[in-house]
């Protein structure tokens, strides 16, 4: 059974730092890009960061460029969201979730996590 | 950026009835265009990909259909789980971008 779980969200202050993390199993995580998504309260999805099967191709929307670094230890199977210099728009669930395909791009989203919240309040 | 519109804020339906929810892109996206269910606290699920392919295990009740900028996701029967947030997501460039969603509640 595929499964991706996150964790590593909490409380913090703006221009604060955390990483998330996110568990895979049940695949050959290192066959699929994986991506992030969040959803801010009251609001809907927005696609944040993706990476490809080998790492070596990563994406981000403009609101986290150069702000936020997306990597993955594919012998851990292991995702991660390096987030600096937080704000409190950065506010949200943060969603793994893996994508049907080996490059981080033209295929959809197939598997989701539940999500893990960050909260960025002084 | 290609962007995505989903028209109707809230459909509200009954148990049994048909609903039909729209989505409309920017640009034309050929058919790379996924639907999503979303409950809050659980995961999103993937419902539709290819504009009209229903991913595994998606009851026939749900259909999708549409190309290039206009898209819709049919549910034949409502069903009490049915009941949640759909989105629509284009993934024909680098940069996926979903609509606002479309919240399905009990008439």
């Known amino acids: 059974e595929v499964q991706v779980l996150e964790s590593g969200g909490g409380l913090v202050q703006p221009g604060g730092s955390l990483r998330l993390s996110c568990a895979a199993s049940?695949?050959?995580?290192?066959?699929?890009?994986m991506s992030w998504v969040r959803q801010a309260p009251g609001k809907g999805l927005e696609w944040v960061s993706a990476?490809?099967?080998?790492?070596?191709?990563?994406y981000y929307a403009d609101s986290v460029k150069g702000r936020f670094t997306i990597s993955r230890d594919n012998s851990k199977n292991t995702l991660y969201l390096q987030m600096n210099s937080l704000r409190v728009e950065d506010t949200a669930v943060y969603f793994c979730?893996?994508?049907?395909?080996?490059?981080?791009?033209?295929?959809?989203?197939?598997?989701w996590g539940q999500g893990t919240l960050v909260t960025v309040s002084s | 950026e290609i962007v995505m519109t989903q028209s109707q804020v809230t459909l509200s339906v009954s148990p049994g009835e048909r609903a039909t929810l729209s989505c409309r892109a920017s640009q034309s996206i050929s058919t790379n265009l996924a639907w999503y269910q979303y409950k809050p606290g659980q995961a999103p699920r993937l419902l539709i990909y290819g504009a009209s392919t229903r991913a595994t295990g998606i009851p026939a009740r749900f259909s999708g259909s549409g190309s290039g900028t206009e898209f819709t996701l049919t549910i034949s029967s409502l069903q009490s789980e049915d009941f949640a947030v759909y989105y629509c997501q284009q993934y024909n460039n680098w940069r996926p971008t979903f609509g606002g969603g479309t919240k399905v509640e009990i008439k």
């Open positions: 990476i490809g099967g080998s790492g070596f191709n990563t």
């Open positions: 979730a893996r994508i049907w395909s080996f490059q981080p791009h033209h295929a959809p989203t197939d598997y």
């Open positions: 049940g695949f050959t995580f290192s066959s699929y890009a």
